[in-house]
């Protein structure tokens, strides 16, 4: 399967290590981060259903749990919490921070070889080959070329999830981070079968009621402060509207696409005592502030998390991080 790359990332030297950790491996195992989302859940499932289609004995570590919006996704049932101790090799995708893998930190360790196939700024992992481009929008986009330029197998369901993740990551093509090639790659995808009309319809489409009724609470407690906002979601309000905690991702989107607005923060409860924090900007570089709090993510898009006591001491913790980004 050739595809389309004209502008590549990924050094031959390590795409050839790459595929020679593949070829040695008997057993591989895909994991990815924490709280799943879609270029997460896209690369993995992607990846992994290629490695099999290539012929290798491939799982999904599946160590959280999926946020409903996202369980039309194909071949979740590879997702498992039935996996092993250990791997010949371990791919972490969409990772670049050991803590982000959660209860496959173990399964990290123990196994014979581990690679990390990342676009985060910052990673720390001490691995046998670390792929890391902080310049391609998605891990998907990645994925695509690792399999375009090693002709591995890209079918239609693996098209599908590959899409799913760029679309996703590209906030639907809008973020300045979608290049010409981005956009060229999503297209062989639908060339390759991915369906467009399947995924639009799961991701934009069918919102329940009680969610937008969530956002719009939600929205409707922010603080505004001159060109940035700030708005919590409770482990109260997803418990009175019924709704998962993922469900108030978009929030911080909505928030930073006002007029006038330039930084959006959205504080998380998910109890015993961590509360996440979601980062979304236009023109600032925000990337910088997650990771001296101990998080990452992209420079309009990142993340981190704060310990504390009680949601109010969290709440003012987060407000004078966001006051001060510069």
Known sequence: MKGLIKKMKISGENLEKLKSLIDAAATIGVVSHVNPDGDNLGSSLGLARILRNHGKK???????EIDDYLKFLPDLKYYTKDYKDSYDLLLILDASEMDRIGDAIPVA????MTAVIDHHLGGKIESDLNIIHPDSPATCELIYEIASRLELP??????????????TDTGRFLYSNTSKDTLEIAGHLLELGADKEYIYTNLYQNKPIKVLQFENYLISKA???????FAVSSADAVSKFDVQMGDCEHVASVLRDLEGIEISMLLKEYGNGEYKVSLR???????????ENGGGGHINASGFSIFDNSLEQA???????LKNIQ
Request: hydrophobic share 35%.
């Open 223 to 229: 603080e505004f402060m001159t060109d940035r906002v």
């Open 281 to 291: 900007s236009k023109n600032v570089d925000i990337s910088k502030t997650a990771r």
């Open 315 to 321: 709440a003012e913790k987060a407000r004078e991080i």
């Open 109 to 112: 360790k123990k196994s014979k």
């Open 154 to 167: 890209i079918d239609k369901t693996s098209a599908t999830l590959l899409y799913t993740g760029i679309v």
């Open 58 to 64: 491939t799982q999904v570590i599946g160590h959280d």
